[in-house]
Structure formats: C-alpha cells, structure tokens
C-alpha cells in the first residue's frame, strides 16, 4: 500500500517495494546465509552458541543492507543514466531517506555485532568503514580495487562467526583471513 508523502521538496509515494529494491534482499540473504553456514562448519560446538550465531547473522544482513543502500546513494547519478528504474534515480526514495536507512541498517548492525562480543564487533566496524570507503570513493578511483574488495568479503563470514562462537584462538584457519580482511 502506499501512502502520499513528501521527500525533498517533491510530492512522492510511500513504497515497501522501493525500498526493498534499494535493500536487494536476495543478496542481503545471501549474506545471512553465508554467515550461518560458516558458524556451522566453524564448530562442532555450535548448537551452544545459537544465539550468538542468530545475532551474527543478523547483524551481518543489516549490514549487507546499509551497504547496498549507500551504494545505490553513492551511483545515483550513474544510475540516472543507467538504471533509472532504480529507486533513488526514479523518484521513489529521496537521497535523505537512503541516507537514514543505511545509518539505521549501519548502526543496528553494529550494535548486535557488540552484543557477541569486542571482536565481532571490530570486525563489523571494519566492514562498515569499507562498504562506506568502497562506494564513495575507491570503486572509482582504484582499478583493481574491485576483484581484491570481493576477495577480501569472502572471509568476513567465516571470521564473524568465528567471533561469536568466542573460539577464535582454537583455530588459526579463522585467523588466516584477518590479513585478507584488513587489505
């Protein structure tokens, strides 16, 4: 259902679908899924730590989400060109609301990554710092930015759930990414 609202100066409608589009649930499940995997292949003790592997996943798809969010933000005048179906570009959501919904996703996130505990929480500000980092300015500005950015997201699931189950020591294969992670 939609609903007349007001957005920048403009007359506008209220749409869930706009903004699930600017979310991309598919690739925020995605996230999810992967994080939940990891914490099940990351510990034959995983069933103890449920609830720390329900808050990573959480945390990382509200995460996923702030991310995709501002980088819808960040190409929005690509994107008018583009794609301007998209929702930013198209009208459906103001350049303001993007901006509250990836602090609300950021900030959210963040603070259940802080309910499991300081590392996971490090890392989850670490991935903010990039995703922010990443859509502003370095996609445009570093060529090879891109494929080592992609690399580099392929062991934040399996170290964030390795934060959570609080057994980050007794493996040092979860270790191992940390160098990836801070490139």
Known sequence: SQIEAKRDGKAGAFSIIAYLMLIRP???LITALSVFVAGLISSVHWLQFGADLSKAVLS????????NVFNDYCDRDLDRIQ????PIPAGRISHGAALRLTAGCFFCGLLIALTIGGAAF???????????LYSWRWKRTTPSFPERWISSRSCWPRSFRACS??????NPSRAACLPRLLL
């Open 26 to 28: 598919e690739n925020v």
């Open 60 to 67: 990382a798809a509200l995460i996923a989400a702030g991310g």
């Open 83 to 86: 794609k301007p179906h998209r």
């Open 122 to 132: 490090l890392i989850a500000s670490w991935a903010v710092f990039l995703l922010l």
């Open 165 to 170: 189950n609080r057994r980050w020591a007794a």
